[in-house]
């Protein structure tokens, strides 16, 4: 199986207006999306498309056949969402949907996901990577889908044209709600390098012509199997609980720093290119 684990370390550096750091360890699941029958027959603990201690659904991801929120003129398609294709839509498809809609020719031969997985039915993932191969096995595309605490979520796409040296490079304005603690309209600065038996993923925030701050994903890889997945139950209990848990601990640090905030509804309209717009834009959206 080329699927596997990755146990991981995560910082996030802020700069600007005052210094904010920290770290945290998780573990993410890296399938390869031609290989979740396999993964589910050789594992008892990992429930694919079903409920269990872990689980993946397909479904959790790259919504592509719901609506898009606000659709820039270069966006996905004219009437804001995708063809919709009868029978089973697998994830592996609507990553191909989604490369074909945003001008890519090729259809991937194979794609690789990196996420957490579900624990105990409760999932949030801050950002998930996908990375495409073509026939040959070179790295033809990636995805950084990004979700914020609202629900809502939004793919950025680094073609070929992003990539060189080893990496996709992006930077491209950010045009959605992440954080109370970061405008709208800052960019991200992607820098994504495909997996090998090492993890190195790095979002940066740049902003007014500074950097403002930085994440880092860094891992290594781990079997796919029962006995890691129940090792790392033990080692990171409630993973996706702690994670949201984090986010609320440290959005409430930078406020007692007090680093000015931004609310979600004050700039709607560059909010763009989202699925599962929040109550706050549909209600300013309609008003």
């Known amino acids: ?112 996901l990196i996420a957490m997985p579900r624990v105990a039915g409760y999932l949030f993932n801050p950002v998930s990577f996908y990375f495409c191969y073509d026939e040959f096995d070179h790295p033809c595309a990636a995805i950084a889908e990004v979700t914020n605490t609202f629900g809502e979520m939004k793919p950025f796409l680094l073609d070929r044209s992003c990539w060189g040296r080893g990496a996709f490079r992006l930077r491209v304005p950010k045009h959605f709600y992440v954080s109370p603690f970061s405008d709208v309209d800052v960019a991200f600065d992607f820098r994504l390098r495909p997996v090998g038996d090492q993890l190195a993923l790095q979002i940066d925030d740049h902003a007014d012509g500074q950097r403002t701050l930085t994440s880092l994903l860094t891992g290594r890889a781990r079997p796919l199997n029962d006995r890691t997945l129940l090792w790392f139950f033990i080692k990171y209990p409630l993973l996706t609980l702690k994670v949201i848990t984090g986010i609320h601990w440290h959005a409430f640090l930078l406020y007692l720093k007090k680093i000015p905030w931004f609310r979600k509804a004050a700039r709607p309209a560059d909010q763009r290119d989202l699925f599962h717009p929040h109550d706050s834009l549909n209600a300013r959206s309609h008003s």
């Open 1 to 112: 199986m080329k699927s596997r684990l990755f146990e991981c370390r995560i910082m996030h550096d802020r700069f600007v207006p005052k210094r904010h750091r920290f770290v945290y360890r998780v573990f993410m699941l890296c399938l390869d999306l031609d290989e979740l029958e396999l993964v589910a027959q050789s594992t008892r603990l990992l429930g694919i498309n079903r409920g269990g201690l872990f689980g993946f659904k397909e479904k959790d991801f790259l919504p592509t056949r719901d609506p898009i929120h606000n659709p820039s003129a270069a966006n996905i398609a004219p009437d804001a969402t995708l063809p919709r294709v009868e029978g089973t839509h697998t994830l592996k498809q609507r990553v191909a949907d989604f490369l074909t809609a945003q001008g890519e020719s090729a259809k991937p031969s194979r794609v690789e």
